[in-house]
């Protein structure tokens, strides 16, 4: 079993929807990253998380660490959020990460 | 602006050659990372660096050697010993607040 798990793998959604994805992990951690990959590649940062929720704009993040799961919100989606959102857990101090596989978002306009 | 920048984005090598890929930052981020990514799969460490001069071995070091000679660099090499290199490599730093700042990748591929 994988220590990180993310659900759905992919997901299509239209222009304006709200869209979740899940993230649940096995070990214990210090912090859980939310990333974002574009087609091209490079991977952008959303967020860090080690309790509670954060916002930035129209994304939102969650975590549970009793139940060791979050949760990433996007809502009114647009074309342009269409990318692969990917979530890391780390823990202890060479801040080593483990990744889930990554959800595939295609948003539809 | 401060950033990770990766060399080549494209790389073409034959087999049982060494290739290069660089890593470098301006950050003054302290530890360094280089990944794998494969279809299908999450990105696996392949070694990492958290001070000049020292790194250690990831998840899948096998075929793989790196430096930490200064502290803005950290190149990787992939070596002929290494069976499956075709893959996208990303390098990443970390700061002191714990955040991850990635470079925009290197795609490998063994022709």
């Known amino acids: 079993k994988n220590e990180v798990e993310q659900s759905p793998q992919n997901l299509t959604a239209q222009e304006g929807e709200f869209i979740t994805i899940n993230c649940s992990y096995s070990?214990?951690?210090?912090?859980l990253h939310w990333l974002q990959q574009h087609p091209g590649g490079g991977i952008v940062s959303l967020f860090m998380?080690?309790?509670g929720k954060k916002k930035h704009g129209r994304l939102i993040a969650t975590i549970n660490i009793q139940e060791k799961h979050s949760s990433l919100h996007i809502t009114a989606s647009h074309p342009r959020d269409s990318a692969v959102y990917i979530c890391?857990?780390?823990?202890?101090?060479?801040?080593?990460?483990?990744f889930g596989k990554g959800t595939l978002l295609t948003v539809n306009p | 602006d401060g950033g990770i920048t990766q060399s080549p984005k494209y790389l073409f090598r034959k087999e049982g050659q060494n290739v290069t890929l660089s890593c470098e930052q301006n950050?003054?981020?302290?530890?360094m990372y280089w990944y794998r990514q494969d279809p299908g799969q999450g990105l696996r460490l392949i070694y990492y660096?958290?001070?000049?001069?020292?790194?250690q071995k990831g998840d899948i070091a096998e075929g793989y050697s790196v430096s930490r000679e200064k502290k803005e660099s950290f190149p990787l090499t992939v070596t002929s010993a290494q069976k499956n290199p075709t893959a996208f490599y990303l390098c990443?730093?970390?700061?002191?607040?714990?955040?991850?700042?990635f470079g925009s990748g290197t795609r490998l591929t063994v022709v």
């Open positions: 890391a857990v780390g823990g202890g101090s060479n801040y080593k990460l483990t």
């Open positions: 070990v214990g951690i210090s912090a």
């Open positions: 998380l080690s309790s």
């Open positions: 950050l003054n981020h302290d530890a």
């Open positions: 660096s958290q001070i000049v001069n020292d790194f």
């Open positions: 990443a730093s970390i700061g002191s607040t714990g955040g991850y700042t």
